[in-house]
């Protein structure tokens, strides 16, 4: 490792280093892109994939985004943008989680939807997608769905979970899980051109709260359906959200909940 | 008694987004979302002076009542 050490300093420029000498010395030293990637990141100098990154995120916390693991459930209009955004911002491990696979009508929004892809599991897609983008990203597929009983184990040592289910119950299921195995989840909710997001810490219960008065499984969505651009819009935001937490800056969305009206463009905070 | 009605999202669709109005004494959120031709079963989260309210909550005068819909997708 002193030798990919040296390598790695001598191929930097300006404490950069690019994606083709990352590969090289991925070859030389029969190192995986993931070893090389968080061995660079370790010694303080930055993958020039990155570079726009910077200074809004350093060098040191592009290494806390490598080493933390998010789990996005859900990868359908919300899901597939927090794991595509979230990858090219450098969050090292994502497992995704969700049992279906691409049909005909999520093409309007889903962003790792297409004609190819139709019949194939949305979370192989986006492995491949995502390995595509970068392999040092380990994203890990799982075609199946969260429940109580395989919760505990899929949300082990994940830094935060990220809400991107197409239900209420689900949602609660998810926020009830995140509490109990003690992580810190991003909620959120589309329907048309409205969206909303929250944040749940550990010990809170934001989510129970915002459907404490719902007296049916489905929202508005069933009758407004799901926009590309509103699940980009609140997608991202959950996105940003996820890498706060991670980060550990900026003013979270704790006890208070961002309502986003595309129709009016009007953002509006409730404290709920 | 005089309250603030304010609607959000799809809620807004064909109905005035804020409105002052006159309600009769005993009027409660319900009877507000009906008087909306709101279904019940779309409403979200009621906020009754920024706080949580129920259905049932009976509104005073100078009360602003806002009312979000049920949203679940993703």
């Known amino acids: 490792m002193q030798n990919a050490e040296f390598f790695f300093h001598k191929h930097s420029s300006n404490n950069m280093i690019t994606s083709a000498w990352m590969a090289t010395a991925s070859e030389i030293f029969h190192l995986t892109p993931a070893q090389v990637e968080e061995k660079v990141l370790d010694l303080g100098i930055l993958p020039a994939r990155y570079k726009r990154n910077q200074c809004a995120i350093s060098t040191s916390e592009q290494f806390t985004l490598y080493k933390s693991h998010v789990a996005i459930i859900g990868c359908g209009g919300l899901g597939c943008y927090v794991a595509e955004e979230l990858a090219r911002a450098g969050v090292g491990r994502i497992t995704v989680i969700d049992p279906d696979v691409f049909e005909e009508h999520n093409l309007n929004r889903q962003l790792m939807s297409s004609l190819s892809e139709l019949g194939a599991a949305k979370v192989t897609v986006a492995a491949r997608r995502i390995a595509e983008i970068n392999p040092a990203i380990h994203l890990l597929p799982i075609q199946s769905c969260l429940t109580i009983e395989n919760g505990p184990e899929l949300l082990q040592d994940v830094t935060v979970a990220v809400d991107a289910l197409d239900s209420v119950s689900a949602k609660l299921m998810l926020a009830s899980l995140c509490s109990s195995v003690g992580i810190p989840m991003v909620y959120a909710a589309i329907a048309g051109w409205f969206g909303q997001i929250a944040c749940q810490l550990p010990g809170d219960d934001i989510v129970e709260r915002i459907y404490q008065n719902i007296q049916v499984e489905n929202g508005i969505e069933q009758k407004q359906g799901n926009l590309a651009f509103t699940a980009a819009v609140v997608g991202s935001l959950e996105a940003a959200e996820a890498s706060k937490v991670i980060l550990g800056k900026g003013r979270l969305l704790t006890g208070r909940m961002l309502v986003v009206d595309l129709l009016d463009m009007e953002v509006n905070e409730i404290t709920v | ?74």
Not at chain 2, 11 to 17: S, V
Not at chain 2, 20 to 29: A, I, N
């Open chain 2, 1 to 74: 008694m005089h309250v603030t009605v304010k609607l959000f999202a799809g809620f807004r669709n064909g109905r005035i987004p804020i409105e002052e109005t006159e309600l009769p004494e005993g009027t409660r959120v319900i009877d507000v979302v009906n008087r909306q031709t709101i279904p019940v079963n779309e409403v979200g989260i009621i906020m009754l002076n920024n706080r949580h309210a129920k259905l049932d909550t009976e509104l005073v005068q100078g009360d602003i009542l806002a009312l979000f819909p049920l949203v679940g997708g993703g």
